[in-house]
């Protein structure tokens, strides 16, 4: 069995079934520990969040049509945008959204945790003002 194919260490409230939001959140904060240290103190107030699916407000405002297409949603201002001026602002957010990302999971195959995994550093790159080919090093350094 290669290191792709399986768990080491089952999140907790994962039965072998579809995991719950906390199984969810559990390997996302997995993910972000796994973080190269450089990264970290700028994402500390970060807030993960599950949901099932996003809202429909919210896949209105991005011109996505089904709810199983979006699997994460960065919310927040870029640190490339921001200057010593902002104050006031919400807490940055990145929500993983479960169903979608099961669904991606059942259809591709891939560790459930590495899938979780990559959602979560392609969102955590728009955090940073990252480009698709800078996320992709990213993920490659955790």
């Not at 399986?6 to 969810?24: E, I, K, Q, S, V």
């Not at 807030?47 to 960065?74: Q, R, S």
Request: no cysteine; net charge negative.
């Amino acid at each position: 069995m290669s290191d792709k194919t399986a768990l080491r260490d089952p999140p907790a409230g994962w039965a072998g079934t579809a995991p719950d939001a906390d199984a969810f959140h559990a390997m996302a904060e997995a993910a972000l520990a796994a973080l190269p240290d450089m990264f970290k103190p700028h994402i500390e107030g970060v807030v993960v969040a599950i949901e099932e699916v996003a809202d429909d407000a919210t896949l209105a405002a991005l011109d996505i049509e089904h709810p199983y297409d979006l699997t994460g949603l960065y919310e927040g201002r870029p640190l490339t945008e921001r200057s010593i001026d902002t104050s006031g602002a919400m807490p940055d957010r990145v929500t993983l959204f479960r169903l979608p990302i099961l669904i991606e999971w059942i259809e591709g195959g891939e560790r459930l945790d590495w899938l979780i995994r990559h959602v979560l550093i392609h969102e955590i790159g728009h955090h940073f003002g990252f480009s698709d080919e800078d996320m992709h090093a990213l993920e490659d350094m955790a």
